[in-house]
C-alpha cells in the first residue's frame, strides 16, 4: 500500500542522512546483497502469481496464457545476447541508451509480462463471461471506506491532481465532439 512506500521512504531518507548506517551498508558483502535481492525477487514473484488466483485458473485459455509467458519469458532471455561492439569482439554496448534498451528487452519480467499481456488481449475467452474468466470482475466493485483510506490519494492531494488535469479533459472532450 502507499502507506508501506513511505514509511520505507522515510526510513531510507533518515538512515541515510546517518554516516554510520551509510558506511554499514557501503561495506556489505556482495553475497548478503544478492541473496536478499534473491528473497525479495521470490517474494514479488509470488506476490504476482498470488494475484492470479482472482482469475480462473482451471480455465485452459489462462493455464497456457500463464504457462508460455512464463516458460518463454524464462527461455528467451538466455538465448538474445548483447551484439558484440565490432572492436575487439567484446559485449560492450556503444552506448548508455542501447545498454537500458537492451536490458529491458531481454528482462525476465518485462518479457513474462508483455507476452502476458500480449496474450491475454489477443485470446479469446473460453467461457462464457469473459470479464469473470479473466478475474476483472473483482475490480469492479465499490470500494469500502477502509480500502479508499489505504489506496487512494488523500483528499487535498486528488483536488490538486484533478484540478491539474483539467485543461486535458476539456481538450480531450472537445476532440470527441469534431
Known amino acids: 500500500s502507499r502507506n508501506v512506500i513511505q514509511m520505507a521512504a522515510l526510513w531510507l531518507i533518515l538512515l541515510g542522512l546517518v554516516s554510520r548506517v551509510g558506511a554499514f551498508v557501503a561495506a556489505?558483502?556482495?553475497a548478503i546483497v544478492c541473496g536478499t535481492l534473491c528473497c525479495t525477487s521470490g517474494l514479488i514473484s509470488s506476490v504476482g502469481i498470488s494475484i492470479a488466483q482472482i482469475a480462473k485458473l482451471n480455465s485452459p485459455?489462462?493455464?497456457f496464457i500463464m504457462g508460455f509467458a512464463i516458460f518463454n519469458g524464462l527461455s528467451i532471455q538466455t538465448r538474445l545476447k548483447m551484439?558484440?561492439?565490432s572492436s575487439g569482439g567484446r559485449d560492450v554496448p556503444s552506448s548508455l541508451l542501447q545498454l537500458i534498451l537492451w536490458e529491458g528487452v531481454v528482462n525476465p519480467l518485462?518479457?513474462?509480462?508483455?507476452l502476458?499481456?500480449?496474450l491475454d488481449t489477443t485470446?479469446?475467452?473460453s467461457g462464457s463471461d469473459p470479464i469473470e474468466e479473466r478475474g476483472l470482475h473483482i475490480w469492479r466493485r465499490e470500494p469500502n471506506e477502509r480500502?479508499?483510506?489505504v489506496f487512494f490519494l488523500p483528499h487535498p492531494i486528488r483536488q490538486f491532481a484533478s484540478w491539474c488535469l483539467r485543461p486535458f479533459k476539456k481538450a480531450s472532450s472537445t476532440r470527441d465532439q469534431c
Open 61 to 63: 485459455r489462462n493455464l
Open 28 to 30: 556489505m558483502p556482495l
Open 83 to 85: 551484439p558484440a561492439e
Open 147 to 149: 480500502y479508499q483510506h
Open 116 to 118: 502476458a499481456l500480449l
Open 123 to 125: 485470446v479469446p475467452a
Open 110 to 114: 518485462v518479457l513474462c509480462g508483455g
